[in-house]
């Protein structure tokens, strides 16, 4: 469910902000997004298993689909503003930083 809302009906977005979205395997059809009834632009990050990037893309605002180029198991929905810090072939790493 988490997935279907993602940051529906949302009017901002911090640029320390996002929604990391989890997927139980790596899938192209999976990790498909939708920005129907999404009121701003967000900068969609593809990552699969390994914490590789394999897609980025600039998603606007109420368009109906994004479609990863290669399987993804996470993705993650950022400011715009991020985009450019995200190239595919980028090696990530998710740490746990709740107190900041």
């Known amino acids: 469910m988490c997935q279907l809302r993602g940051l529906t009906f949302r009017r901002s977005l911090d640029i320390r902000e996002g929604l990391l979205l989890v997927q139980k395997k790596e899938s192209i059809i999976d990790s498909a997004i939708h920005m ?3 009121r701003m632009d967000l900068a969609i990050i593809w990552i699969n298993s ?3 990037v394999v897609d980025v893309r600039l998603a606007r605002s ?4 994004y479609v990863p ?3 993804a198991r ?3 929905e950022i400011s715009p503003s991020r985009l450019e810090e995200f190239q595919p072939g980028d090696r990530l790493e998710f740490s746990d ?3 900041d």
């Open 50 to 52: 390994a914490m590789d």
């Open 97 to 99: 930083h709740s107190d």
């Open 36 to 38: 129907f009834a999404v």
């Open 74 to 76: 996470y993705v993650l």
């Open 62 to 65: 109420w368009r109906p689909i």
């Open 69 to 71: 180029h290669k399987p």
